[in-house]
């Protein structure tokens, strides 16, 4: 078991994932796969799109960088 893997069972153990009947159908969570090598890059962002993403990924019960997965997708489906 990868130390994701392990993270991930630990926050549904500790139900950080808001329950279904309080999110609405178009929130849905979308879970990136926990699959592939992980880099970490430091990313030059303003103060307060730091604080918007930590907040919607808490808000979505979601890790920054599902997050950020899930905000990449969602720009390429717009895109083509």
């Known amino acids: 078991m ?46 307060s799109d730091a604080e918007r993403l930590k907040a919607l990924a808490k808000r979505d019960g979601l890790s920054q960088a599902q997050m950020l997965s899930a905000a990449l997708d969602a720009y390429e489906r717009k895109a083509t």
């Open 2 to 47: 990868s130390k994701f893997t392990k993270l991930d069972a630990i926050r549904k153990h500790l139900h950080l994932t808001p329950p279904p009947e309080l999110q609405s159908p178009a929130r849905k969570p979308v879970h990136a796969p926990a699959t592939g090598k992980r880099v970490q890059k430091n990313l030059s962002i303003l103060e």
